[in-house]
Structures are given as C-alpha cells and as structure tokens.
C-alpha cells in the first residue's frame, strides 16, 4: 500500500518563500508529482521528480529524496495567485499508471 | 487542442438514484482514469480505463462501474447513490506508451451532490 502526509494548510506572505514538505511509504515507488489545485478547479501538473535532488522551473522548485521517502515543493516570490491547494502524489514503480494523491496543503498567501 | 471535457459540471441526484458521469480525454490520449475528490481531500482512484477495459481498480465498491468506447471517451457509472458518494468526480487522462511519468491530465470535473 502507499501513505503519503502532507502538512494540511499552510499561510506565508506575499513575496516571501513558502516549502511544501511531503513523506511518502509505498511498496513501489517510480517517481513523485506535485500538482496544483485552485479551489474549484481541475489539478494542474507542476512536476515530477523520479532521481535524487533539486529540480528548478522558474519560481516552483521541486526536490526528492528517494532514500528518505520525503519530497518539497518550493515556491519563491510569492503571489497571491499562488493560493491554491498543492497535492502530492505518487507514481508506481510497477503495473500501469495508478497515480496515488496525498491529501493536499491549501496554501494561503496574505498581502 | 481541447483538453480533457466533462460533462455534466453539476449534478444533484438523490439517494437510490444512478448516475451516469461523461469524458472525453486529451487528443492523442488514450487511457482514462477516474478520481473521487471529497471536499478538502486528494484525488482518491477509482478507476483506470485502457484498450476498452478496466486495467486497473482502486477501493471502491461494485456499485462504481465504467465503459471506455472506442474513440477513448469514458463514462463512470454510480448506482444505489449514498450521500457520502457526494463529491468532485475528476477525469485524467494520459498516454500508455509514454513513460511510467506520464503526467495526467485533468478534467474540470463533476460535482456530484446527493441529497
């Protein structure tokens, strides 16, 4: 089976740096996504990890420690679009494309 | 290019009733997965569809059936409607042969509400 926790909410100011940690157990592990979710919206894709270390795209930043079962999403420069729920979800390393999502952090971001 | 549609946006049923929810995946995408979103979770599997079968299933009962047709559009059945299956139901779609991070695309979803 697979756990994944995230931390449930999280509130950082506009401008600022805000990291989303996310641990995951499973039996099978290929790699990690990070989606973006706006409140009524579908999830967005913003990445997938599946080697050791830090990966950049622009202001999203996202990280993974296979050893450690642990991933964070990094988002600089904060804007108020930002605000938006950021689900963590797992990508099997065997059979077919069942993706397990993480509860999801909605992140506030206040002027 | 449209992306992944569904249809309905919104739908309020009552309990006992059937439910029949529509998608038509991303051009060139050829499998589809189905996610139950309850308000202020993750995307919970459902199910997967692929060459018209059921590939793969997540933990939920007999009363969440599907059909993939062969232009790849999907359906997911609900019957016996309870008021917990109230929630966004979220289409995906993606491609088999892409590799194993084949990212999903997602729908705008159904909301389902049962009273």
């Known amino acids: 089976g697979q756990n994944i926790d995230q931390p449930t909410e999280m509130t950082a100011t506009e401008g600022a740096i805000v990291q989303i940690n996310c641990t995951y157990q499973?039996?099978?592990?290929?790699?990690l996504f990070w989606y973006q979710q706006h409140a009524g919206e579908a999830p967005t894709f913003l990445s997938y990890?599946?080697?050791?270390g830090l990966e950049e795209k622009g202001r999203f930043s996202s990280f993974l420690s296979r050893s450690k079962g642990y991933s964070y999403l990094l988002l600089k420069e904060l804007q108020m679009k930002d605000s938006a729920s950021y689900l963590c979800?797992?990508?099997?390393?065997?059979?077919?494309?069942?993706?397990?999502f993480g509860t999801g952090t909605k992140l506030q971001v206040i002027p | 290019d449209a992306g992944v549609t569904q249809s309905p946006t919104h739908l309020i049923k009552t309990r006992g009733q059937q439910v029949t929810l529509r998608c038509s995946p991303k051009?060139?995408?050829?499998?589809v997965s189905w996610y139950q979103q309850a308000l202020g979770q993750g995307p919970q599997f459902i199910f997967q569809?692929?060459?018209?079968?059921?590939?793969q299933r997540g933990n939920f009962p007999d009363r969440f059936s599907g059909h993939q047709f062969p232009n790849y559009s999907s359906e997911l059945n609900v019957n016996a409607l309870l008021l917990g299956d109230s929630a966004l139901y979220l289409c995906?779609?993606?491609?088999?042969?892409?590799?194993?991070?084949?990212?999903?695309?997602f729908g705008s979803g159904t909301q389902l509400s049962v009273l």
């Open positions: 569809y692929y060459e018209e079968e059921e590939r």
């Open positions: 979800a797992v990508s099997p390393s065997t059979g077919y494309q069942k993706v397990t």
């Open positions: 499973t039996s099978g592990f290929n790699g």
């Open positions: 051009s060139g995408h050829d499998t």
């Open positions: 995906a779609s993606s491609r088999t042969d892409g590799a194993r991070g084949e990212k999903l695309f």
């Open positions: 990890n599946v080697l050791d």
